[in-house]
Nanobody, 112 residues
Framework: QEQVVESGGGLVQPGESLKLSCTAS????????MGWYRQAPGKERESVAG???????NYADSVKGRFTISRDNAEKRVYLQMNNLQPEDTAVYYC??????WGQGTQVTVSS
């Protein structure tokens, strides 16, 4: 069964940090490009960050310089380090494997 599971979300104040994790199973993880997406209430789902099988990264302009995506192929895990979080970052964050499954999401709330 192909599956990715997110964890690490929570409630933080503006300026604080969180690190999200995504653990994969049942897929040839090493050969998949991976991505983080988010969906805020009443908004469309958007791409946040991506990382290729070779470790090449890309970021949405809104998070560039604040978020860092990384992967550990041996552990079949991808991370999203989120620094200087702002209220507009509030959303459900999803992990996705290219040609594979989506996760169920983890809630990130940034509020004073």
């Amino acid at each position: 069964q192909e599956q990715v599971v997110e964890s690490g979300g929570g409630l933080v104040q503006p300026g604080e940090s969180l690190k999200l994790s995504c653990t994969a199973s049942g897929i040839a993880f090493t050969y998949y490009d991976m991505g983080w997406y988010r969906q805020a209430p009443g908004k469309e789902r958007e791409s946040v960050a991506g990382i290729t099988r070779f470790g090449v990264t890309n970021y949405a302009d809104s998070v560039k310089g604040r978020f860092t995506i990384s992967r550990d192929n041996a552990e079949k895990r991808v991370y999203l380090q989120m620094n200087n979080l702002q209220p507009e970052d509030t959303a459900v964050y999803y992990c996705h494997a290219e040609y594979g499954p989506w996760g169920q999401g983890t809630q990130v709330t940034v509020s004073s």
